[in-house]
């Protein structure tokens, strides 16, 4: 799906590189479920020591390689526009969004936006904690998600974006302290739909716009937040919707039932277009993939990622144009 010449590094930190294509990319991942990886379009192996610096190995092009170490770098990366991605709970969604990324930033014949990728399935589950020993675990997240934020300064990102839901639900504590530009998806979301100037469905009332999720709380969070900051009212599904139509279509989908759970999902859409919401946000990987792409419904949904996606690019592309002036 991404342009074959493209070569990729992967690494887990203080292990050996495995290298390859993308087309490889997707099948290694499943099978690898904690991988730290850095990408370049003209790619370089690099491996960390226990302090975290990087020493920067040969250069290298198709499948195999020699390594051969130099001094450690402070960073890996040099470009004023090089984005570093906190990947989330599904690795296949972190390539999902570089893929938007890399096809979307180089249309036109344009070179594809530099990033630095560090992934991990550190997160278990879509709901906020009640006990106290939840309340350590997601302490312990987050701070694994900031670690990550760290690496990615070191290894020379210039921004910082997370293509995942649930990892947003925390932004400001992972955020904390960060000097870099840290795109937070619900605020990418608000701002494109509030230069749309979508105008309310039902005549004096806020425009309306719906949220569906497979995590009850923790995935809407980022979003509610943020758009109701804009002025629109954010509509959730009721817990008849959620428990007799929504999570069984996610059910049916797991049991690959696939036409069970398109028509399920088309009736949860339906059940927000009926409480005159202009845009239903989709905000789970797994109700992204449901519906075909060509299924109508799907021009009243929008896609997360997609705002994400635009923004980072917009910003990548502007950081360059003011390196290129200086």
Excluded at 139 to 151: M, P, S, T
Aim: overall charge positive.
């Amino acid at each position: 799906m991404f342009d074959g010449g493209l070569t990729m590094s992967f690494h887990k930190v203080n292990c050996p590189p495995v290298v390859g294509n993308l087309s490889k990319i997707r099948s290694q991942c499943r099978t690898r479920p904690n991988p730290c990886f850095a990408v370049q379009m003209s790619s370089t192996l690099v491996q960390t020591d226990e302090n975290g610096d990087f020493y920067e190995s040969k250069k290298i092009s198709g499948s195999s390689s020699t390594e051969l170490k130099s001094q450690p770098q402070n960073s890996l990366l040099s470009q004023a526009n090089t984005v570093g991605i906190i990947g989330g709970v599904s690795v296949l969604s972190t390539l999902i969004f570089l893929e938007k990324l890399v096809w979307w930033s180089s249309r036109n014949g344009e070179e594809c936006v530099p990033f630095v990728v560090c992934s991990e399935q550190a997160l278990d589950g879509g709901r906020r904690p009640v006990h106290s020993s939840e309340v350590n675990g997601e302490h312990i997240i987050i701070q694994n998600l900031r670690q990550k934020r760290i690496f990615l300064e070191k290894s020379g990102a210039r921004c910082i974006v997370m293509p995942c839901h649930i990892s947003n639900a925390w932004h400001d504590e992972i955020s904390e302290s960060c000097s870099l530009p840290f795109f937070h998806i619900g605020d990418c979301v608000a701002r494109e739909l509030k230069e749309a100037k979508l105008k309310p469905l039902d005549a004096g009332s806020s425009v309306r716009i719906g949220v569906l999720s497979t995590c009850e709380t923790i995935a809407v969070a980022p979003y509610q937040q943020k758009l109701q900051n804009q002025g629109f009212e954010v509509v959730l599904p009721d817990k008849e919707t959620r428990e007799h139509i929504l999570m069984p279509a996610v059910e049916s989908w797991n049991q690959r039932d696939i036409e069970g759970a398109r028509n399920l999902l088309r009736i949860a859409i339906q059940v927000l277009l009926i409480r005159a919401v202009n845009i239903v946000i989709l905000a789970s990987d797994v109700l992204q993939n449901i519906l075909p792409r060509e299924d109508p419904l799907l021009k009243k949904c929008m896609d997360p990622m997609d705002a994400l996606a635009r923004t980072t690019i917009k910003w990548a592309k502007s950081a360059k144009k003011v390196r290129r002036k200086t």
